[in-house]
């Protein structure tokens, strides 16, 4: 399978291609569908030779019917999902954690505020290493008030 190079990627974005981030759910055909292009433009853009999307993190699409896809909507979102992503990492460097689905949590109880969302974690745990005895005789946990 052959990949774009990061000069083909450029070079796809300054032509106005849009960058489309593949989910396990994706199909070919629902793509081409979403953005109003070929399943063999899809193909030939990403040098993709089997229908298998998934084989992909990302891929580049050309704006078929821009009657129907809101180009604004799209740049936006990609920019929301490209800042929370930032977030998630950025937690994961100051914290340790590694669970994605609980950093996750935390900065979505936080409205994605990092500060606010470490603080929290970081309070939990203390919490968690004060009030959790390991019970030595019976190995169970006790929490202490």
């Given amino acids: 399978m052959a990949t774009l190079s990061e ?15 593949v989910m396990a759910t994706d199909t070919l ?8 292009v070929t399943i063999d433009e899809i193909k030939k853009t990403n040098k993709l030779f089997t229908n298998d ?9 050309r704006i078929g019917r821009e009657d129907k896809l809101n180009l604004r909507e799209i740049v936006i979102e990609s920019s929301e999902t490209q800042l929370k992503r930032k977030l ?5 460097m100051k914290t340790n954690c590694t669970d994605s ?8 109880d936080n409205d994605w505020d990092l500060q606010k969302s470490i603080e929290n974690y970081l309070n939990d745990i203390k919490w968690e290493n004060e009030n959790l005895k390991l ?5 169970n946990a006790l929490f202490v008030n």
């Fill in 7 to 21: 000069e083909e990627q450029e070079k796809l974005i300054e032509l106005g291609f849009v960058k489309h981030q």
């Fill in 29 to 36: 055909t629902g793509i081409a569908l979403k953005y109003g």
């Fill in 53 to 61: 999307v998934c084989v992909r993190k990302v891929i580049y699409v």
């Fill in 88 to 92: 998630v990492k950025q937690f994961k």
């Fill in 101 to 108: 689905n609980e950093i996750t949590s935390y900065l979505v």
């Fill in 135 to 139: 019970n030595a005789n019976k190995g």
